[in-house]
């Protein structure tokens, strides 16, 4: 059973397409996650998804309800956890709770069962009546956690949950997802742009890339599509030779250049290396450096889109700069 259905989802933004016709549907209860650099579109269809931007043109239906006609309906039934802070900061973490419960019309005995359950699930029980503005990054995000999900929704939508906070704090709040998602019984849909939090979290990933979903399925499966190991040559001189010299070799699943570097798909890579370096030296041409490893989903983005998550993040950011020296001159 889908309990959110897409279908040719489309936004413009004075005809820029921000998200370009794009569809999926998310299972019951399934930790779903869309996965692309700034800029690619993810904040956009989630504000579209939660009813707070209307879409250009598709078809959106949400816990059973279409997000076009049952605005109100929708929002009963969702949670939301922003990218930006929203938390009142000079409430305590208990009162943040009561007011967003009392948003829904919950009684005074609900809430009351209800903000205890939450912050026993995000063990915040012991800060409960602490000042917000004293709380450290981690328990602000948990407490927001908390507070999406204090009126039981059936889905849970979260952008970019960790993004700012250290390695530690990050996967602790993995966990908390992860524990809503199991014992909450709740769907959850969450963008992120790291690569980590997308493979340990989700049963399903969707990749997007400027406005478009360029590979959809689970983490292992689409790693499955590199197939074998990765072995990347950094080469000093002459790629384009090299790639000749090894196209026709069949043990050679996939090539892929990427700036100075040459990344082979193949199976038993460790194998194969000598072989590798030994027709480069016969052609002339220098290797710097070789790895390998196992297919990454940085690999998978790669593989989809000719650049790394950290070059579309940079051309994003290059963008809006652009953006913004435009609105000056005006």
Request: glycine share 6%; net charge neutral.
């Amino acid at each position: 059973m889908f309990t959110i259905k897409v279908e040719n989802l489309t936004k413009e933004f004075n005809g820029v397409r921000a998200v370009n016709s794009i569809s999926f549907n998310v299972n019951d209860v399934e930790l779903f996650g869309i996965l692309g650099p700034n800029g690619a579109g993810k904040t956009t269809t989630i504000n579209m998804l939660t009813t707070l931007l209307k879409p250009t043109s598709g078809y959106v239906e949400v816990a059973g309800y279409d997000i076009s006609n049952n605005k109100d309906e929708v929002r009963r039934h969702i949670g939301v956890v922003f990218q930006e802070p929203s938390l009142d900061i000079n409430l305590t973490g208990k009162e943040n709770l009561e007011f967003h419960a009392m948003m829904y019309k919950m009684d005074k005995d609900e809430r009351e069962k209800r903000i205890k359950e939450v912050l026993e699930l995000v063990e915040l029980t012991e800060k409960a009546d602490v000042i917000v503005e004293n709380y450290s990054g981690g328990m602000k995000r948990r407490l927001e956690l908390a507070r999406g999900f204090i009126h039981k929704p059936k889905v849970l939508f979260l952008d970019e949950p960790t993004l700012g906070l250290d390695t530690q704090t990050r996967r602790h709040i993995w966990d908390y997802i992860k524990k809503l998602n199991r014992e909450g019984n709740v769907t959850i849909i969450l963008t992120t742009h790291y690569m980590d939090e997308a493979d340990y979290l989700c049963d399903r990933v969707a990749i997007i890339d400027n406005g478009k979903i360029v590979a959809m399925d689970t983490s292992d499966k689409l790693k499955d599509v590199l197939g074998g190991d990765i072995v990347s040559l950094e080469i000093k001189n002459d790629i384009d030779s090299l790639m000749n010299h090894l196209k026709d070799l069949k043990w050679i699943e996939s090539m892929k250049k990427h700036n100075n570097n040459l990344n082979l798909t193949m199976e038993r890579g460790e194998k194969r290396i000598p072989e590798l370096v030994s027709i480069a030296q016969r052609i002339g041409v220098d290797i710097d450096s070789v790895n390998l490893h196992k297919p990454s989903l940085e690999d998978v983005f790669l593989y989809f889109t000719g650049k790394t998550i950290r070059e579309q993040d940079g051309n994003q950011r290059e963008r809006n700069r652009e953006i913004m020296r435009r609105r000056v001159k005006k």
